[in-house]
Protein backbone atom coordinates (compact mmCIF):
# COMPACT_ATOMS: atom_id res chain seq x y z
CA UNK A 1 0.00 0.00 0.00
CA UNK A 2 1.43 3.18 -0.70
CA UNK A 3 -1.61 5.11 0.35
CA UNK A 4 -2.35 5.26 4.15
CA UNK A 5 -4.84 7.18 6.29
CA UNK A 6 -2.43 8.66 8.38
CA UNK A 7 -1.45 10.72 5.81
CA UNK A 8 -2.31 14.03 4.91
CA UNK A 9 -4.98 14.95 2.42
CA UNK A 10 -2.67 17.62 0.64
CA UNK A 11 0.64 14.82 0.38
CA UNK A 12 -1.41 12.17 -0.83
CA UNK A 13 -2.58 14.82 -3.51
CA UNK A 14 0.76 16.34 -4.41
CA UNK A 15 2.51 13.30 -4.58
CA UNK A 16 -0.50 11.30 -6.33
CA UNK A 17 -2.55 14.40 -8.53
CA UNK A 18 -4.42 11.31 -9.95
CA UNK A 19 -6.27 10.61 -6.85
CA UNK A 20 -7.90 13.73 -7.29
CA UNK A 21 -11.05 12.14 -8.93
CA UNK A 22 -11.46 9.16 -6.16
CA UNK A 23 -12.08 11.97 -3.85
CA UNK A 24 -14.49 13.52 -5.48
CA UNK A 25 -16.36 10.92 -6.45
CA UNK A 26 -16.25 10.05 -2.38
CA UNK A 27 -17.76 13.45 -2.09
CA UNK A 28 -14.43 14.86 -0.35
CA UNK A 29 -14.17 17.99 -2.87
CA UNK A 30 -12.39 20.28 -0.28
CA UNK A 31 -8.80 19.04 -1.49
CA UNK A 32 -7.78 23.04 -1.46
CA UNK A 33 -9.53 24.29 1.90
CA UNK A 34 -7.05 24.92 4.70
CA UNK A 35 -7.99 21.58 6.94
CA UNK A 36 -6.64 19.43 3.92
CA UNK A 37 -3.01 20.58 5.16
CA UNK A 38 -3.68 19.90 8.52
CA UNK A 39 -6.38 16.46 8.50
CA UNK A 40 -5.04 13.30 7.82
CA UNK A 41 -6.79 11.00 6.24
CA UNK A 42 -8.94 9.52 8.40
CA UNK A 43 -9.70 12.60 10.25
CA UNK A 44 -10.91 14.37 6.89
CA UNK A 45 -13.22 10.75 5.56
CA UNK A 46 -14.58 11.16 9.46
CA UNK A 47 -15.90 14.71 9.10
CA UNK A 48 -17.29 13.72 5.76
CA UNK A 49 -19.07 10.09 7.07
CA UNK A 50 -16.91 8.30 4.41
CA UNK A 51 -15.57 4.60 5.38
CA UNK A 52 -11.81 5.45 5.08
CA UNK A 53 -10.93 1.83 4.34
CA UNK A 54 -13.33 1.81 0.77
CA UNK A 55 -11.41 5.04 0.29
CA UNK A 56 -7.61 4.16 0.79
CA UNK A 57 -8.42 0.90 -1.22
CA UNK A 58 -9.87 2.93 -3.71
CA UNK A 59 -6.85 5.55 -3.88
CA UNK A 60 -4.16 2.93 -3.64
CA UNK A 61 -6.13 1.11 -6.42
CA UNK A 62 -5.44 4.65 -8.66
CA UNK A 63 -1.99 5.16 -8.17
CA UNK A 64 -1.33 1.13 -9.08
Do not use: W
Request: include cysteine; glycine fraction near 8%; charge should be negative.
Amino acid sequence: MKITKEMSITEIVQKYPQTVDVFMKHGMGCLGCAAARFENLAQGAMVHGIDVDKLVEALNKAVE
